[in-house]
């Protein structure tokens, strides 16, 4: 079993910066891919950021690319998304989610555990 569980989110202006955490239970953390979502009041969870195991692939959504970095510490358990720029439409709940497929996907549906989700607003 693995835990989850994110930290960093909060209400910034547009064109500001946050970033996101998630912590995972387990000693297997590092052999997994990570992956980031979100999901906007009335829309579907969307895809946001994949990591593989290593932290060597990188995988981001067409909306964040250039904007949002993912990178990981498995020294540390932990998963970060630095968010720059931000605009209004970045509003939404940011899920955290571990793969133990080992395919950096984009799917929801290869991720295994999920967080509970930190809440991220940004005002015009």
């Known amino acids: 079993q693995v835990q989850l569980v994110e930290s960093g989110g909060g209400l910034v202006q547009a064109g500001g910066s946050l970033r996101l955490s998630c912590a995972a239970s387990?000693?297997?953390?590092?052999?997994?891919?990570m992956g980031w979502f979100r999901q906007a009041p009335g829309k579907e969870r969307e895809f946001v950021a994949a990591?593989?195991?290593?932290?060597?692939?990188?995988y981001y959504a067409d909306s964040v690319k250039g904007r949002f970095t993912i990178s990981r510490d498995n020294a540390k358990n932990t998963v970060y998304l630095q968010m720059n720029s931000l605009k209004p439409e970045d509003t939404a709940v940011y899920y955290c989610?571990?793969?133990?497929?080992?395919?950096?996907?984009?799917?929801?549906?290869?991720?295994?555990?999920w967080g509970q989700g930190t809440q991220v607003t940004v005002s015009s």
């Open positions: 990591i593989s195991w290593s932290g060597g692939t990188t």
């Open positions: 989610a571990a793969d133990t497929g080992g395919i950096v996907a984009d799917n929801s549906y290869e991720y295994d555990y």
């Open positions: 387990g000693r297997t953390f590092s052999s997994y891919v």
